[in-house]
């Protein structure tokens, strides 16, 4: 079965710095877009990062662009993020997904339980 497990949160003071990374199993790797998600309590689930099946190409929420960012290791099957600047709004719960590229619509086909972040003020 498909697997996509989070790891790397932790408490951070603001102004400092975490990796998140994301290792996946059971599927073939670069036939997948991946992207990451965040959550905080009380809100929605919103968009943070996305990369491409090559790693060529990645898109990033505005409130994050210039402070993170994400690559993939297709050899090891992961993805990344890479989290600098870090503020106390960024505090969630981040999730990867999978999204098939050739998929005739959008949407995302695997989701990770997802890894806590906590950003002290």
């Known amino acids: 079965q498909v697997q996509l497990v989070e790891s790397g949160g932790g408490l951070v003071q603001a102004g400092g710095s975490l990796r998140l990374s994301c290792a996946a199993s059971?599927?073939?790797?670069?036939?997948?877009?991946m992207s990451w998600f965040r959550q905080a309590p009380g809100k929605e689930r919103e968009f943070v990062a996305g990369?491409?099946?090559?790693?060529?190409?990645?898109n990033y929420a505005d409130s994050v662009k210039g402070r993170f960012t994400i690559s993939r290791d297709n050899a090891k099957n992961t993805v990344s993020l890479q989290m600098n600047s870090l503020k106390p709004e960024d505090t969630a719960v981040y999730s990867c997904?999978?999204?098939?590229?050739?998929?005739?619509?959008?949407?995302?086909?695997?989701w990770g339980q997802g890894t806590q972040v906590t950003v002290s003020s």
């Open positions: 997904a999978a999204t098939y590229i050739f998929r005739t619509r959008t949407g995302y086909d695997y």
């Open positions: 990369i491409n099946w090559s790693g060529s190409s990645s």
């Open positions: 059971g599927l073939t790797f670069n036939n997948y877009g």
